[in-house]
């Protein structure tokens, strides 16, 4: 296997997460939903997945990655559920009340990896390592690639032709670019179709926070994410909310912070240098779409 | 100092950053912005007050502050005036921007850890009489002089939203800009001015932090109080008043954990960590349908 080979797979198990994460966050904007908190529906995801395969691992057996990733997607839509309930019963703004709670599931993590959870010696603030019945499979042996990676094209896929051929896609994307046309003509339940999407979102989220623990961390610990949440609205962005687009966007942005990574250990170029990348490239896209006379997303369905 | 004291002081020493940056960001919001990268803003006005303060004046570390604020603010304003981009979208884009531009120049400058860089930092001065004020007086009166330029400021923004020209200029523009234009208000410069000032106090917020509070700088030290303070914005309902009592309420959720150490009551210190997030989502829900947004707040120049 040579260096090169590694060094893309790196890049193809850094894009995983980047994909899933920006289905989530391309699936929210369609729908009109101001979802920025991928990056806490993901960490939700990963505390349920490990722990019903810490808790459960040895009951389930080989069914413990498809009962905890379940559980993962669960949680992350709940997760993603408190803001959709907020804006619904409230009319809390979801891009303030889903950054918060990135923040409370950040804390939670912290607190369930130096409590509950923390692995038996008690020194690391970490969880024990995932028995190998709730790991994912490797993809190409001899490195680091994984299952996870074609669970996000297979994902991507089912986006795709949800939004291209389904009804319940039609009526996301009409809530999405125009609330009032899309309850006034449409006769679509616009508050309905935005609860739903929001859940679908968080989910999304859920898995992949549930395939970095079982296919890359194998075990919960606090920096599981480096930001893949927030970085997945620029990789989502960047695709134009096109689900096929994101797999593009997504390899591309792992490439980028692969390479990031490894400039820092070579050249001890600094690694935040990829967060302006992201920044500049999402100004770019905005600056390009108005130059074209439009706007990259349709306006937020009224709450 | 009593554990009542000690919570009282912590509430005001929290509150203050978050006051500044939510102060400016209520004007810019009463012009129809939001400006969801004022995070940007105040970890850019972090570094600029920590590379400023190196000079050995802490009022020169306040100055570039207020200009790395500024400066974050401009690049907002060109993308959503100039550009018509998506305020949300190009907002989280300048969040991502600041943090990440702030990072990488302070690796180049200072090497990974930065260790040992010691910079001036803003002392307690003791007002006197007030000072003297029983339980009250300490806390609000014994803090750096920073705190009161914002005891200073809350009243003026106050003043000049309600009482002046400009302020009902400023108000007519964030709740209908065609008719604030057709009155003869030149509502983009309007904008553009309150988005500055929105910036340059978000900037201090982070001249705050660094200068009279931590002393030094590090990567992400804003730790999401941009986001907090667009909240407390909305829980001050759009007031200057309102939201320095909003950002009072949130301080003293945050300072519980000085009175709870106190107290030798014990609870996970994430509890105390997660609790003022909590509280804004309560907070927001709690003020459901009594609070209404500037009417065109988020929708001009970007949207149809």
Do not use: C
């Not at chain 1, 923040?103 to 923390?118: C, D, E, K, N, T």
């Not at chain 2, 802490?58 to 604020?69: D, N, R």
């Amino acid at each position: 296997m040579t260096p090169e080979l590694a060094l893309l797979a790196d890049a193809l198990v850094r894009s995983t997460p980047l994909i899933i994460a920006g289905l989530a966050v391309a699936l929210a904007f369609r729908g009109g939903v101001f979802n920025i908190g991928a990056e806490g529906q993901l960490l939700m995801g990963a505390v349920a997945y490990s722990t019903v395969a810490l808790i459960w691992g040895n009951i389930l057996g080989r069914f413990t990655i498809v009962v905890a990733m379940f559980a993962g997607a669960v949680a992350g839509a709940l997760w993603a559920g408190i803001a959709a309930f907020l804006r619904r019963r409230f009319h809390v703004l979801e891009i303030i009340s889903t950054i918060m709670l990135n923040f409370i599931a950040i804390h939670f993590v912290s607190f369930l990896v130096r409590g509950p959870l923390q692995e038996p010696t008690r020194i690391y603030p970490q969880t024990e390592s995932l028995q190998p019945v709730a790991r994912l499979p490797q993809l190409l042996p001899g490195t680091r690639l994984h299952f996870g990676f074609l669970i996000a094209l297979l994902l991507a896929g089912a986006l795709a032709w949800v939004f291209a051929r389904t009804a319940i896609g039609f009526r996301i994307r009409a809530a999405g670019a125009s609330p009032i046309a899309a309850l006034v003509a449409g006769k679509i339940d616009v508050s309905q179709t935005s609860t739903l999407v929001f859940l679908l979102s968080g989910a999304l989220a859920g898995i992949a926070g549930s395939i970095e623990v079982s296919g890359v961390t194998f075990a919960l610990y606090e920096n599981l994410s480096p930001g893949y949440g927030y970085t997945a609205i620029a990789v989502a962005l960047i695709a134009g909310l096109n689900p096929l687009g994101v797999v593009a966007s997504g390899i591309f942005f792992g490439v980028l912070e692969t390479g990031a990574i490894a400039l820092q250990r070579e050249f001890a170029v600094p690694s935040s240098l990829a967060s302006i990348v992201e920044a500049m490239l999402i100004l770019a896209a905005l600056t390009v779409a108005a130059l074209r006379g439009r706007q990259l997303l349709g306006k937020p369905a009224a709450p | 100092m009593s554990a009542l004291e000690t919570f009282l002081e912590g509430t005001v020493r929290t509150a203050t950053p978050l006051a500044f940056a939510a102060l400016g960001e209520t004007v810019a919001e009463r012009a129809g912005v939001i400006n969801i990268g004022l995070e940007g803003a105040i970890i850019a006005g972090a570094f600029g007050s920590f590379v400023a303060a190196g000079s050995g004046s802490v009022w020169a570390g306040f100055l570039g502050a207020a200009l790395a604020g500024i400066l974050v603010a401009a690049v907002f304003a060109f993308f959503t005036i100039r550009i018509r981009a998506d305020q949300i979208i190009t907002g989280t884009a300048i969040s991502l921007l600041g943090l990440g531009v702030t990072a990488t120049l302070y690796r180049q400058l200072y090497g990974a850890t930065g260790a040992a860089l010691s910079i001036p930092t803003m002392g307690i001065t003791r007002v006197p009489v007030l000072s003297s004020i029983p339980i009250i007086g300490s806390p609000l009166f014994a803090q750096p002089s920073i705190t009161y330029v914002l005891y200073a400021l809350i009243p003026a923004v106050w003043w000049w939203m309600y009482k002046t020209h400009m302020g009902l200029g400023l108000r007519a523009t964030g709740e209908d800009p065609r008719a604030a234009i057709a009155a003869g208000i030149n509502a983009g410069k309007v904008q553009l001015l309150s988005i500055l000032f929105g910036g340059m106090l978000g900037g201090i917020a982070g001249g705050v932090l660094v200068i009279a509070q931590a002393g030094s700088f590090a990567e992400g030290m804003s730790a999401g109080r941009g986001f907090i303070a667009i909240a407390i914005v909305v829980l001050g309902r759009w007031h200057p008043l309102g939201v320095a009592a909003a950002a009072l309420v949130f301080g003293a959720a945050s300072a519980l954990q000085y009175f709870f150490q106190a107290m030798g009551w014990a609870l996970p210190y994430q509890a105390f960590l997660a609790l003022p997030y909590v509280l804004t989502l309560l907070g927001l829900a709690g003020i459901a349908g009594k609070a209404s947004a500037p009417a065109s707040l988020g929708k001009w120049p970007s949207g149809s």
